[in-house]
């Protein structure tokens, strides 16, 4: 499957907001949209006209795929499983979209961003339940309880990364800082999804 490997600051000025593509180097000065940088591109300058309807969902969808690191054949799997759920289909999405292993490393604190999160899978340095895991989009439920391998070097990485990040405590998710474990207590709701973005005009965009 394709993945994007160039700069990732790029798609945060692309979208003109934080994409948090590059873990805490994006609270600090050097982050582009705090600079106020321009659209990337020779003409990003340039004002351009109103954006079209269509153009209003498709950056809501650009947005949503670059802030989980997912594909577009990918990206339109979840909208499918979605649609198949009870409940309004936007809010499944994200939820299927927030539950992947790569964003419960990081939403955890155990990665510095979703990039290294991912690495950190592909690598078999994650298990859940006890097993090795090396599927960064495997889907966790309630219950699942997710771990860095008991390596001290991996355990020492994970460590550092969650008191950099003041060791965050997501509400479906309870982590606990002795054993460096993170078990999902119940399913991500919209409440607790900070990515920005409106999830009805996504489905508007997909649906058709």
Same mark, same amino acid.
């Given at each position: 499957?394709?993945?994007?490997?160039?700069?990732? /600051?790029?798609? /945060?000025?692309?979208?003109?907001?934080?994409?948090?593509?590059?873990?805490?180097?994006?609270?600090? *000065?050097?982050?582009?949209?705090?600079?106020?940088?321009?659209?990337?591109?020779?003409?990003?300058?340039? &004002?351009?006209?109103?954006?079209?309807?269509?153009?209003?969902?498709?950056?809501?969808?650009?947005? /949503?795929?670059?802030?989980?690191?997912?594909?577009?054949? #990918?990206?339109?799997?979840?909208?499918?499983?979605?649609? &198949?759920? *009870?409940?309004?289909?936007?809010?499944?999405?994200?939820?299927?979209?927030?539950? &992947?292993?790569?964003?419960?490393?990081?939403?955890?604190?155990?990665?510095?961003?979703? $990039? #290294? $999160?991912?690495?950190?899978?592909?690598?078999?340095?994650?298990?859940?339940?006890?097993?090795?895991?090396?599927?960064?989009?495997?889907?966790?439920?309630?219950?699942? +309880?997710?771990?860095?391998?008991?390596?001290?070097?991996?355990?020492? #990485?994970?460590? *550092?990364?969650?008191?950099? #990040?003041?060791?965050?405590?997501?509400?479906?998710?309870?982590?606990?800082?002795?054993?460096?474990?993170?078990?999902? +207590?119940?399913?991500?709701?919209?409440?607790?999804?900070?990515?920005?973005?409106?999830?009805?005009?996504?489905?508007?965009? /997909?649906?058709?």
């Amino acid at each position: 499957m394709s993945r994007y490997t160039g700069p990732k /600051c790029r798609r /945060c000025r692309r979208e003109g907001l934080k994409l948090f593509l590059k873990g805490a180097r994006c609270e600090t *000065a050097k982050c582009p949209i705090d600079k106020g940088s321009k659209p990337p591109g020779t003409r990003g300058a340039r &004002r351009r006209g109103r954006p079209s309807p269509y153009g209003i969902r498709l950056r809501e969808k650009q947005k /949503c795929k670059r802030f989980y690191g997912v594909a577009e054949t #990918q990206f339109r799997l979840y909208f499918l499983e979605a649609g &198949r759920q *009870a409940g309004n289909t936007g809010e499944n999405l994200l939820a299927l979209l927030e539950r &992947r292993l790569d964003n419960v490393v990081k939403t955890a604190g155990l990665g510095m961003s979703r $990039a #290294q $999160a991912r690495q950190m899978v592909s690598h078999r340095h994650i298990e859940v339940n006890g097993r090795k895991v090396d599927i960064p989009s495997y889907l966790v439920k309630e219950g699942d +309880v997710v771990r860095p391998t008991p390596r001290d070097n991996v355990l020492d #990485q994970a460590r *550092a990364n969650r008191e950099a #990040q003041g060791h965050p405590e997501p509400a479906w998710l309870s982590v606990n800082d002795s054993d460096l474990t993170a078990r999902v +207590v119940r399913m991500p709701v919209r409440e607790d999804i900070s990515v920005d973005v409106d999830e009805e005009l996504i489905v508007e965009l /997909c649906s058709r």
